[in-house]
């Protein structure tokens, strides 16, 4: 397709919209995640890394435009879909879930049904033009599409403003899930041999276990009340009924995806190698989220729920966990890591975790010091992300700001030097002018204070657990923490929901 572009470009020839479109969002998704390794694999592209992600706004905001124009010329093409894919991929990144996020997604959806993508191996297909001939390369690429589709779908909906409400719905689906198979391995008249076991590892094995995740998060979802109070949990059976899928679903994941095996692994992608820490941190937060409400002080003293305690914070644990252990590879998508807003969001909920259960596990003003060890270790990732992220400060923010109004004192935000952020004023400047609205500026540059070592090694012996952490760390006042909180008056629905309300509403557009 590149090709064919330059070369329609070098004749004078007219290219097609929705193919510059795509091409738009790559270039928008490469510079955002441009780093130092890149400037010296290619140098004299990019004068320096500021130069190349202040670009990744004005490339999305050109690819929004021709999006834009091909709904308003009723425009339908695999190219715009996939497009679309990618912009909301970075609008998220850059904004959260916003509402440019949803109806680009919700576009998308609608542009994938036009296309029939819906109904792909129905017995009696809609007669339409621009459906993919059946048995082609071509048909596939619209299962992948769909498929993804539906995963975000019901992923975005079990946490976010929308919460409970998907547009996807599985009987009206009649297209199988994709292949377990290489880009290499297709081609038009492929057979069904081509499907590879599960247990091999290949381009789409994320990408199954991905939608397996999707298809969880959307049962969860059926099981929410649509009479309960916003942020109020499903019943704790319900909540046990998925909690149990998830465990299954944890236990049937392909052995290169586990954890507890990189020790083992045989040489494996990088590709692999960081779809497992992505599976990994999106399963712990799911899970972790799933079980949080049933930390507070509504169910802090009953024995019924310290199942859900329990399992929360081990969720936590393994959020941090992987975090660590990704920390140690020898891969690229170390340096970038945090610029991913789900990275994020899963260390911010295993922080609210550990918090929260300070809050309400305490004995007499006396803290767990393994429970400040652990709090303050995931803090401190946070931390090394301040000058990483354009979400991070709004994540951070928000959360201050709620956790002031009830007296709930965060051990990170005093040692935050919000000085920083002037040494990255480039890549703030060029969203506020394109009308986004970033939460701070990344600085893939900035020194961690996280010693990374570059080994594909994972020794977990080494791995720093809570215990190592110093608790006598000097940005924070226990004693004050202790006197400073109000956990009796504490409203938990409350408290997410102003949390949720707050970010949310901070991460709009400034078009808007």
């Known amino acids: 397709m590149v090709d064919q572009i330059y070369n329609k470009l070098a004749k004078d020839e007219p290219v097609e919209p929705p193919q510059i479109a795509l091409l738009l969002s790559i270039f928008a998704s490469t510079t955002y995640s441009w780093t130092s390794l890149d400037l010296t694999a290619h140098p004299g592209l990019f004068e320096n890394v500021e130069e190349a992600n202040a670009q990744s706004p004005l490339w999305v905001k050109g690819c929004l435009d021709l999006v834009d124009r091909a709904g308003r010329c009723a425009s339908r093409s695999v190219e715009n879909i996939q497009a679309m894919i ?206 949080l409400p049933y930390i507070t002080s509504k169910y802090a003293n009953s024995a019924s729920y310290a199942y859900s305690r329990k399992t929360c914070l081990d969720a936590a644990r393994q959020i941090i966990r992987t975090e660590r252990l990704l920390e140690r590879e020898a891969v690229a998508f170390v340096h970038t890591r945090f610029r991913i807003s789900g990275v994020l969001q899963s260390v911010f909920i295993a922080n609210i975790a550990f918090l929260l259960d300070l809050c309400f596990h305490s004995d007499h003003g006396e803290y767990d010091p393994i429970r400040k060890a652990e709090l303050l270790d995931a803090c401190s990732i946070l931390e090394d992300a301040w000058n990483q992220s354009p979400m991070i400060s709004g994540l951070i923010e928000s959360l201050n700001s709620v956790a002031r109004k009830y007296k709930l004192p965060l051990p990170f935000m005093a040692n935050i030097d919000r000085s920083s952020t002037a040494n990255s004023s480039t890549l703030s400047t060029a969203m506020s002018g394109l009308g986004f609205t970033p939460s701070h500026v990344a600085d893939v540059n900035a020194p961690s204070s996280t010693n990374i070592t570059a080994s594909s090694n994972n020794d977990l012996s080494s791995v720093p657990g809570p215990a190592q952490v110093n608790l006598d760390m000097p940005f924070f006042d226990w004693e004050s923490f202790s006197a400073e909180m109000e956990v009796d008056s504490l409203d938990w629905n409350a408290l997410l929901n102003e949390l949720d309300s707050q970010y949310f509403a901070s991460s709009m557009p400034s078009t808007r």
């Open 86 to 291: 990618i912009a909301f991929f970075m609008l998220v990144n850059f904004e959260g879930i916003t509402l440019r996020y949803t109806s680009l997604l919700n576009q998308a959806i609608s542009m994938a049904r036009d296309l029939g993508f819906h109904r792909l191996d129905h017995s009696h297909p809609i007669a339409n033009t621009a459906r993919p001939t059946p048995g082609t390369v071509a048909e596939e690429i619209g299962r992948r599409i769909w498929w993804y589709l539906s995963a975000t779908d019901w992923m975005s909906r079990y946490a976010s403003p929308h919460e409970g409400i998907y547009t996807i719905i599985p009987h009206q689906i009649t297209t199988r899930k994709p292949f377990n198979a290489n880009d290499d391995d297709l081609f038009d008249g492929m057979p069904n041999s081509i499907n590879k076991p599960l247990c091999e590892p290949t381009e789409m094995s994320y990408f199954l276990q991905r939608i397996r995740l999707g298809e969880l998060c959307r049962e969860l979802c059926d099981r929410m009340p649509v009479d309960a109070m916003p942020g109020e949990p499903a019943s704790h059976a319900q909540v046990l009924e998925v909690d149990a899928k998830f465990n299954k679903f944890m236990m049937g994941i392909p052995v290169f995806f586990r954890l507890s095996s990189s020790e083992n692994s045989p040489e494996l992608t990088p590709g692999i190698i960081i779809q497992r820490y992505i599976l990994n941190s999106l399963l712990h937060s799911h899970r972790c989220k799933m079980h």
